[in-house]
């Protein structure tokens, strides 16, 4: 009688738990069911394969970078500045006249090794690549211009305001009449012809005629100091003598050229700075002082993009030989 008690009541609990269960199940949202739908699949294939192509490459760059590495560390490195070999002055100190003669030329030495050596990198010369910044170059350049029309360096060098050019004529100042002032001005002219003064640094009409700093008589492009000096006195409210002067002198305006030697080759200079087409006009330069060019406008800009297509030549030469290197 118990055992049938216990068992209708532990039925009707299994059924009230059942109750409770579904009523809660009931409640409860619906779980979410994943569907893989063609779309999905293709955008997990493609991104495993961008996954597995990243992986590749950035295989390929370690195993670059581990080659490069092995490379430099089997590279001895060695100053730029070679140390003289004593040994060898003291050997040649012993030797006859004629092989001093034949040796005094160090250019021409090599020293022999004998001994198997590795390659060693092509370090930059330091004889041979001097850096030259713009403005030194330019003042360097002025100070040789000023020595070939008998200016005194220290001169240059001090750079005074006060210091008008030579070519000037104070004397003329007094001539009235404009015909006489044109044929004493052209006598003048006449007599540089004969001179030892460079062809593009002779004296204009209005160096002669009108006042101005010595600084304009070292540029080698006559045409520009001329219409500089004419609209200096002309209109200086509007024309700035002294921006142009910055311009060419800090600024880079103007570049001077000079040929590059290589070892064995001579020294003469084929790009004097006395030279008109030794320079090149920046672009910037070129548009800011278009005044002062002229009729000259086309042959300076036709002169500078030859310049600059020499620098690229240059430039891709130097950069082929650092790569067969």
Known sequence: MSDTIKGSSANGNDAVSRKRTSSR??????AKRRVLTTARREQNRQA?????ERQKQEKIR??????QAKATCGQRLRPLLKREDLSLIDSSESQSST????????SLLEPVDTSVKKPEPNFPDLYMNMLQFSPATIFTSCLTNALSIGLDPSVIANCSVEHISPFYQPNLSSTLSHAALIQAGSNILSTFDN??????????????????????DLIPIPFLRERAIMLA?????????WELKLDIYERGGLTIWRLKHEKGESVRDTYPPWDMKSWEAAPWFMKKWCMLMGREYDKMHNQSIGWQVVRDMISSRDVQRLTTT
């Open 99 to 106: 092989e001093e003669i034949s040796l005094c030329d160090e």
């Open 233 to 241: 006195a002309a209109m200086p409210h509007v024309f700035n003598n």
């Open 62 to 67: 370690l195993k670059q970078e581990k080659a």
């Open 195 to 216: 001179t030892s003064i460079p062809v593009h640094l002779r004296p204009t009409m209005a160096q002669i005629l009108i006042p101005h700093h010595t600084s304009l």
């Open 25 to 30: 199940d009931s409640d409860a949202p619906p």
């Open 48 to 52: 495993q394969k961008a996954y597995r």
